[in-house]
């Protein structure tokens, strides 16, 4: 991790990627293998294939491209005036309408506001609209994933962008979430570290219901903690873990919680049509959401869409028990096939250069430690097994 962090930060040309084709050429073979999908088309509808091989229901693609704020930074207004607005925002339109190309109907693509450049850090940071030019790229590109029928979730991002990201992908649900209750085609993400997320998710599905559209979760821990103030998060990790469990049980239910409470002066208007993503390497989290979603569909309930996603690269333990559970299910309840769901998982995954993508590696391992030093462990007893099986130690 602290290679990653001093390639991620570093202006030097001899230790950028793009521009040193020796240090390319490893990181390519090494950490860009295992968590990414491939620089061109052609190598990402290759990872992308061999993924969907094994079982998995579906990607979730992003391209890699974004900017991230030092901690305080704040974007001035020079940044809506120049002249390389337009171009950022025709790279990141570019980008991921190239994206929506690469991968088949019913999968998924994730994207950040950020990718747009400085011009939309500014309108984000400072609650504005995006410009004219911006919301005609992001109107393109829901037109695009709309024919495709891939749907969009936004990502969540730094604190101080976050209040303009939710005003942006609000109302993009409202215009696109409308046509089919229960389906939806652009998702926000909500990050359960943060202590103020039960009442922002309450808040937005108070605007869903009064506006009629189906509400797009995507429900994740987080990924800021190294560059956000440490206040707005839960002060233990047990914290986040149940809020994140309370919060997906409630929307699979589609009922208020303890945690999740409507808003003031509305306990009684009910709960919008929702539509759901679990990102989560937790396995606890994914058995507890299995065992909802079978208790549901024995009793006859209706269940909210839902999809699973891990990391490319991390927690394949989870998505491939995942996977085998829903073709064990199906294959022995082979006469009775409504009475089994197979749980509908994905890979999260992004494309891009090797440059393009540190960033990307270096907070995917920040968020992870747990993960990684998981990963390490079984790896070292692996190991040891193999030395006591071969050497008879």
């Not at 091989?53 to 693609?61: A, K, N, P, R, T």
């Not at 462990?377 to 692996?382: M, V």
Request: include cysteine; proline fraction near 3%; charge should be neutral.
């Amino acid at each position: 991790m602290q290679i990653l962090s001093i390639l991620a930060r570093s202006k030097s040309a001899l230790l950028s990627p793009d521009r040193n084709p020796l240090l390319r050429y490893v990181l390519k073979k090494t950490f860009y293998a295992q968590f990414c999908a491939g620089e061109t088309a052609v190598e990402v509808k290759q990872v992308v294939k061999g993924i969907k091989s094994i079982g998995f229901s579906g990607v979730i693609l992003g391209h890699a491209r974004e900017v991230v704020l030092k901690k305080g930074e704040i974007v001035g207004n020079e940044a809506s005036s120049s002249e390389s607005s337009k171009a950022d925002v025709d790279r990141w339109r570019q980008g991921t309408l190239d994206t929506l190309k690469m991968i088949e109907e019913g999968d998924e693509v994730a994207l950040k506001f950020t990718g747009a450049g400085r011009q939309a850090l500014h309108a984000l940071q400072e609650s504005l609209p995006p410009s004219k030019f911006l919301e005609e790229a992001i109107v393109e590109i829901c037109e695009l994933a709309k024919a495709r029928q891939v749907r969009l979730l936004f990502d969540a991002e730094q604190h101080s962008l976050q209040a303009g990201i939710d005003a942006w992908t609000l109302d993009f649900q409202e215009r696109y979430n409308q046509d089919t209750p229960g389906q939806a085609l652009v998702y926000g993400t909500y990050q359960a570290y943060k202590c103020s997320t039960p009442t922002i998710l309450a808040g937005h599905l108070s605007t869903a219901l009064d506006k009629g559209f189906t509400l797009g979760v995507k429900l994740v821990r987080g990924a800021y903690l190294g560059s956000d103030p440490r206040h707005l998060f839960w002060s233990q990790k047990e914290e986040t873990d149940e809020a994140y469990d309370d919060l997906a049980e409630a929307l699979m239910r589609r009922t208020y919680s303890n945690l999740l409470r409507p808003v003031k002066g509305k306990e009684n208007s009910g709960f919008p049509q929702v539509s759901l993503v679990l990102a989560t390497h937790n396995l606890d989290t994914v058995m507890k959401a299995i065992d909802i979603r079978k208790a549901q569909l024995e009793k006859g309930e209706d269940r909210v869409p839902l999809t699973y996603a891990q990391l490319q690269g991390m927690a394949d333990n989870v998505s491939c028990e995942l996977v085998h559970a829903g073709k064990l299910d199906q294959a022995l309840h082979a006469s009775q096939p409504q009475s089994v769901e197979a749980p509908q998982v994905y890979k999260y995954l992004v494309w891009g250069t090797v440059g393009e993508c540190l960033t990307y590696l270096l907070r995917r391992a920040q968020e992870n430690k747990d993960t990684v030093t998981r990963t390490e462990e079984s790896r070292l007893a692996l190991r040891s097994e193999v030395g006591r099986r071969v050497f008879g130690a």
